[in-house]
């Protein structure tokens, strides 16, 4: 079974501190993702990654940052953690052909900004 | 630019009722279609894919065809379960990103 994994189920943080959230894939995709779910708003791409050390802006890059040193590890950095950047973060991966193959996610880690 | 819109939830249905979930989409291209399905407390799995027009994908009893005509992918299926209460996304794929529908909740009652 393909597995995505995310670091941690549930977060809380304090406004200014920077998070890291990690995320590790176990089936040597090349493409990983890190999305946020918003009630009503569905999933926004953040910023993904085709490669090691490779990454390309989503939708909302604003506030965040990645790593991808490994190509199996993929890390969301949130360098001054804010309350409006309180959501559910989920991680995926695929094979390089984003669109016609199946991605698998992360469990999601529930991110709360106080 | 690229757009799925679904049908607003919540649904709320008895077991064993018919069920309909409308998704349509914008697009440049030939896409891929697909329904992702979120459980309680996990994260997205791929229910079923359609990847050129008049496709059908089908899983677990869900169906849905792919209908360019109509840019659709209404997902179907005929006897719902208590246990296929859960959000379903409409998700529209190109060559290097998915784009994600808001999302539509179901709740199936005894």
């Known amino acids: 079974d393909v597995k995505v994994t995310q670091s941690s189920r549930y977060l809380v943080k304090r406004t200014g501190e920077k998070v890291f959230l990690e995320c590790v894939q176990d089936m040597d995709h090349e493409n990983m993702f890190w999305y946020r779910q918003d009630p009503g708003l569905g999933l926004r791409l953040i910023y993904f990654?085709?490669?090691?050390?490779?990454?390309e802006k989503g939708d909302i890059p604003e506030g965040y940052s990645v790593s991808r040193e490994k190509k199996e590890r993929f890390s969301l950095i949130l360098e001054s953690a804010s309350t409006n950047q309180t959501s559910m973060y989920l991680c995926a991966s695929s094979f390089r052909v984003t669109g016609r193959t199946e991605a698998f996610f992360g469990q999601g880690t529930r991110l709360t900004v106080v | 630019g690229n757009s799925v819109t679904q049908m607003e939830g919540p649904v709320t249905l008895s077991e064993e009722a018919f069920l309909t979930i409308n998704c349509t989409y914008t697009a440049t291209g030939y896409p891929s279609l697909f329904w992702y399905v979120q459980y309680p407390g996990e994260g997205l799995q791929l229910l079923l894919k359609?990847?050129?027009?008049?496709d059908k994908g089908s899983n677990k009893g869900f169906e849905a065809t792919y209908r360019k005509e109509t840019t659709s992918f209404h997902l179907e299926k005929g006897s719902v379960q208590v246990s296929d209460s859960a959000v379903y996304f409409c998700v529209l794929g190109t060559a290097s990103k998915l784009t994600f529908g808001t999302g539509t909740r179901l709740q199936v009652t005894l």
């Open positions: 990654s085709y490669d090691v050390k490779m990454k």
């Open positions: 359609a990847t050129k027009a008049d």
